[in-house]
């Protein structure tokens, strides 16, 4: 490949040898590379300061067989922040993981990559745990797993409760239902499949066993991420209960579609009391466990 320049940020960092690091990196116009800075552990190194982890910055590589080598580099941020602070280092540390779990090599994702470079600008200023809902979200869309909320996924119903667009605070009462779904959905319930990856009308969901209760809050507050600027969707405010619903509704999702379980859910976990850290388990009426509305569909 030769020498080549990118715009990358540093996901992942190995000592190698006695002064080496093997890096993971996420390139803008390369995608996920691996990559050898030699000598980069010596106090004397000029390429000390441009590999830190999570680092934006601008590199000079030379293309090798198993992997490249930085021959310069100068960091754009360093987002030193983000280890001062324990919360930001646990969303920090998922935001990485989750990119570089759910990409393959030397195949560029420009949109996710500035999404993980605004996420991390975005940790200065908003509260972690709302942020990485909000990222998890967006980055469902991006990879093409976007929850669907235009109507039932199996049977193309409308019975399920439509939201305007707007915070999810603008929760708007439960409509009727329409002919061929005779059995509405339990008031502030939106039924929700997450092998299908959408919503489900009533009487589907009756015939769903994977079939999960997500709370109208819930709902309104993944379409609100989905449409909104990130910056702005990690502003709005979110009762306790709801947080954690979606926490357990998007690492199941996540978990589902993407096939991965993260080492960091389980630290930023810990880090947020009442939070198990684990993934919710697919065919659980999860708003249920944390205080919101549970139960199945009537047959």
């Not at 040898?17 to 800075?37: H, N, P, S, Y």
């Not at 915070?167 to 059995?183: K, L, N």
């Not at 600027?229 to 306790?240: C, Y």
Request: hydrophobic residues 40%; charged residues 20%; neutral net charge.
């Amino acid at each position: 490949m030769g020498i080549y320049k990118e715009e990358a940020i540093i996901l992942r960092s190995m000592a190698f040898g006695e002064a080496d690091r093997i890096l993971t990196l996420f390139t803008r116009g390369t995608g996920k590379v691996a990559a050898i800075a030699k000598g980069v552990r010596k106090p004397s190194s000029r390429l000390r300061g441009a590999v830190q982890l999570f680092s934006h910055t601008h590199l000079v590589l030379y293309g090798g067989k198993n992997l490249d080598t930085i021959t310069q580099g100068d960091a754009d941020e360093t987002f030193g922040f983000i280890e001062q602070d324990l919360d930001r280092l646990a969303a920090a540390s998922c935001f990485v993981e989750l990119v570089d779990r759910l990409t393959m090599e030397r195949q560029p994702q420009p949109k996710l990559f500035q999404l993980l470079l605004t996420a991390l600008r975005a940790l200065d200023g908003s509260d972690p745990e709302l942020l990485g809902r909000v990222f998890e979200t967006k980055l469902l869309s991006v990879m093409g797993y976007r929850p669907q909320f235009e109507g039932c996924v199996i049977g193309h119903h409308d019975d399920w409760q439509r939201l305007q667009p707007g915070p999810p605070a603008a929760v708007p009462a439960p409509t009727h239902p329409v002919d061929g779904c005779p059995a509405p959905a339990p008031p502030g319930v939106v039924w929700f499949s997450i092998e299908r990856g959408g919503v489900l009308c009533s009487a589907c969901a009756a015939n769903c066993p994977e079939a999960l209760a997500l709370s109208l809050p819930a709902v309104a507050a993944l379409n609100y991420f989905l449409s909104a600027p990130l910056d702005r969707a990690a502003r709005v405010r979110i009762e306790r209960r709801h947080r954690l619903e979606l926490s357990s509704f998007l690492r199941s999702f996540i978990g589902y579609h993407g096939e991965v379980r993260l080492r960091s859910w389980q630290f930023a976990g810990a880090r947020y009391q009442g939070d198990a850290g684990e993934p919710g388990v697919a065919g659980r009426a999860m708003p249920g466990e944390h205080g919101g509305p549970a139960g199945r569909p009537s047959e």
